[in-house]
């Protein structure tokens, strides 16, 4: 029987586009989108503290194996956008699924997802599994809704 998450792991950032993403017909270049990615998750994982140095310090990078992006609309710049990240998958391999918002009208302008691995700094191997370390810090949010320091 699967049990209910009373705390899914969540973020949310309000962004305004900068003039340096852009491309020359004025909208944000496709590749620019993964640093908004970016920083919703960085502010998701902060909420377990397990940021970027909080892994390393346990033993384990987490690069990206995989993403899939939807381009629904472009993003001009000097734009307000809102980004949502929620992890969905954890077990084995991290998945956090992304949607961006036009943060005025709510419409939706993109969604995404990357999948991460763990991948153990001392061996240079990858995991098959997410060490105890992280599987801890999920597990006492859900029941919580946050991580003891």
Not at 40 to 51: S, T
Not at 52 to 58: D, R, T
Not at 79 to 89: F, G, K, Q, W
Request: include cysteine; charged fraction near 25%; charge should be negative.
């Amino acid at each position: 029987m699967e049990q209910a998450i009373a705390f899914p792991l969540d973020a949310e950032v309000t962004l305004v586009t900068s003039f340096q993403d852009a491309d020359p017909m004025g909208v944000i270049y496709h590749g620019n989108y993964f640093r908004f990615f970016e920083e919703a998750r960085r502010v998701m994982m902060d909420k377990i503290n397990y940021g970027y140095l909080a892994m390393n310090e346990s033993g384990y990078m987490w690069p990206i194996i995989d993403t899939r992006v939807k381009y629904v609309k472009a993003i001009p710049f000097n734009h307000r956008i809102r980004v949502c990240a929620t992890l969905t998958e954890w077990e084995n391999r991290l998945r956090v699924d992304y949607v961006i918002y036009d943060a005025e009208s709510g419409q939706r302008m993109c969604k995404a997802h990357t999948t991460q691995v763990a991948v153990s700094i001392e061996q240079q191997e990858m995991c098959f599994a997410s060490p105890k370390v992280f599987i801890d810090k999920i597990e006492q949010w859900h029941k919580f809704g946050s991580v003891d320091q």
